[in-house]
T-cell receptor
Framework: GAGVSQSPSNKVTEKGKDVELRCDPI?????LYWYRQSLGQGLEFLIY????????KSGLPSDRFSAERTGGSVSTLTIQRTQQEDSAVYLC??????????????FGQGTRLTVV | AQSVTQLGSHVSVSEGALVLLRCNYS??????LFWYVQYPNQGLQLLLK??????LVKGINGFEAEFKKSETSFHLTKPSAHMSDAAEYFC????????????FGTGTRLLVSP
């Protein structure tokens, strides 16, 4: 597609339920990033995929969070046993490569997750 | 490790006035620096980036930023604010030598009054 697409745009879930957030990166982009934007806070790095390399999971806040990227394209961020503090906007971004200085990350519009 | 500090969670200017949004960074290696803008209910859009070429970087919508190593700063400026500039602005840093995970500041909301 023309840009990074995220679905759903909004998700309301009950505390304790699992949720899956989807990201479709720009075609041909090998790098994919997930960030979290909580109310009143900046953007927090969660995880990053680069090609076939092992993902950098250093930003995942707990073992309830996981992400996968199938076929080097679509990515799914899964949050198990959601808590109220998980409420945030989850942003996905993609870039051509993480190896070149002459690239930039393009962001999707995000998924607003509300845990009630 | 890299970090970014944005001074002022909110900045208010009048239309036509100078816009100055402050960003200071900390990096143990030569950094790449970015400014992103986020309009309401939209994703982040790249305004400009510094990747060790010219220290004065020009971006979209009339914005520019100057990399000052001695001050570890990368402040964003625009000579004359427009109403359409009202948005949230994020400064970000990543270690030089590759586009890796961005470390963002907490953002500055720019308010423009008529």
């Amino acid at each position: 597609g023309a840009g990074v697409s995220q679905s759903p745009s909004n998700k309301v879930t009950e505390k304790g339920k699992d949720v899956e957030l989807r990201c479709d990166p720009i075609s041909g982009h090998t790098a994919l990033y997930w960030y979290r934007q909580s109310l009143g806070q900046g953007l927090e790095f969660l995880i990053y995929f680069q090609g076939n390399s092992a993902p950098d999971k250093s930003g995942l806040p707990s073992d309830r969070f996981s992400a996968e990227r199938t076929g080097g394209s679509v990515s799914t961020l899964t949050i198990q046993r959601t808590q109220q503090e998980d409420s945030a906007v989850y942003l996905c971004a993609s870039s051509l490569s993480s190896d070149s200085w002459n690239t930039e990350a393009f962001f999707g519009q995000g998924t607003r997750l509300t845990v009630v | 490790a890299q970090s970014v500090t944005q001074l002022g969670s909110h900045v208010s200017v009048s239309e036509g006035a100078l816009v100055l949004l402050r960003c200071n960074y900390s990096s143990s290696v030569p950094p790449y620096l970015f400014w992103y803008v986020q309009y309401p209910n939209q994703g982040l859009q790249l305004l400009l980036k510094y990747t060790s070429a010219a220290t004065l970087v020009k971006g979209i919508n009339g914005f520019e930023a100057e990399f000052k190593k001695s001050e570890t700063s990368f402040h964003l400026t625009k000579p004359s604010a427009h109403m359409s500039d009202a948005a949230e602005y994020f400064c970000a840093v990543t270690p030089g030598g590759g586009f890796q995970k961005l470390v963002f500041g907490t953002g500055t909301r720019l308010l423009v009054s008529p």
